[in-house]
């Protein structure tokens, strides 16, 4: 981010715990529309280390400041509590505005939140974690 960008109060509460680029509204199709987009890149644990998210998942920035929580607070010493130590995090998904199911003429999938299948997954070593990111949060 460059020294004149003008942050939102949410991004800059995101940018004391991770590392993200800001990016421009979402606007359709149709209902699908979003403000306050960043591509989330990485999370900054409270212990300096630097969580990786490939690549990096585009969300309004209220869900990247819940999903950087969620990691920081539940994931990571989750994992450091048997004995391994959280290294990245694979999403499969993020903000999208697609048709439901595929379907040519369906509604369009609600885009408020990480879409279904919407999964992480976690790198602890030579250890994967899998889950699904929306039933955590």
Known sequence: MG???T?????????????????????????????DVVA???????DGHRIALSPAATLRCPMAEAV????????????????????????LDSFDCRRRNGIKDA???FPESLPEPGYCRFFAGATHFSCDCADQL
């Open 3 to 5: 020294a004149e960008a």
């Open 7 to 35: 942050l939102s109060p949410c991004q800059s509460r995101l940018a004391e715990i991770a590392a993200f680029k800001p990016l421009p509204p979402i606007t359709g199709p149709e209902e699908c529309i979003a403000t």
């Open 40 to 46: 989330l890149d990485v999370v900054l644990l409270a």
């Open 68 to 91: 950087t929580h969620w990691i920081r607070d539940d994931v990571e010493p989750t994992i450091a509590a048997i004995g391994k130590s959280l290294r990245g995090v694979e999403t």
């Open 107 to 109: 509604k369009i999938s």
